[in-house]
């Protein structure tokens, strides 16, 4: 069964605390994608990576951090310069290409303790 | 500035009564338009992509329509399974990079009632 898993569903930050949230896709895309969803707002754009090793800012990177160190794997690192970090957290994939469609992943919610 | 959207920003409807949904978007470059379907605390199922005005797709009750400013999605006798927020999407080329930007709009919530 080919898709996008996010690990974990739920995670809990203490105040200045780095966590990692985990996103891996078996569908062979090159591209991948972090996003944020808060209550009422768009998806916002963190991090995307359109190859291996190889990442660009979106339009909220600030207080985040990302490698992509295999095709697999687009791992999110939450750190502590991110102020507010409470949110829903979306990882997606795609072919490279005009027009191709994004795939998402289950999401992971990050609460702050 | 490019922008996305959505109306009605929530929508309720009883079982079996038609309506639509908007998505309207101010983006030059447009390479597609995408509709998402999302249920609570969960990540967004793909639904339809649309590429050129003039253009329609259909899944079960869902219908999904293009002109040059805006989307519609139909819904055709909702039932209850297909409350959901509904979320839409546009992509275009990216003027500076190569990436191609997907810029999403705030979604509709949707309510069907038995």
């Known amino acids: 069964d080919g898709g996008i898993t996010q690990s974990p569903k739920y995670l809990f930050r203490k105040e200045g605390q780095n966590v990692t949230l985990s996103c891996e896709q078996n569908?062979?895309?090159?591209?991948m994608y972090w996003y944020r969803q808060d209550p009422g707002q768009g998806l916002r754009l963190i991090y995307y990576s359109q190859i291996v090793n190889d990442f660009q800012k979106g339009d909220i990177a600030e207080g985040y951090s990302v490698s992509r160190e295999k095709k697999e794997s687009f791992p999110l690192t939450v750190t502590s310069a991110q102020k507010n970090p409470t949110a829903f957290y979306l990882c997606?994939?795609?072919?490279?290409?005009?027009?191709?469609?994004?795939?998402f992943g289950p999401g992971t919610r990050l609460l702050v303790l | 500035e490019d922008q996305v959207t959505q109306s009605p920003e929530a929508l309720r409807l009883q079982e079996g009564e038609s309506s639509s949904l908007n998505c309207s978007y101010t983006v030059s470059g447009l390479r597609g338009l995408f509709w998402y379907r999302q249920d609570p605390g969960k990540g967004p199922e793909f639904l339809f992509t649309l590429y050129s005005a003039g253009e329609e797709k259909e899944k079960e009750r869902l219908k999904a329509t293009l002109t040059k400013k805006e989307s519609f999605l139909h819904i055709t006798a909702p039932k209850p399974e297909d409350s959901a927020t509904y979320l839409c999407?546009?992509?275009?080329?990216?003027?500076?990079?190569?990436?191609?930007?997907?810029?999403f709009g705030p979604g509709t919530s949707l309510s069907v009632i038995p």
């Open positions: 999407a546009v992509q275009k080329v990216g003027m500076k990079t190569s990436y191609d930007k997907v810029i």
């Open positions: 997606a994939s795609r072919n490279r290409g005009l027009g191709e469609t994004q795939y």
């Open positions: 569908l062979n895309h090159d591209a």
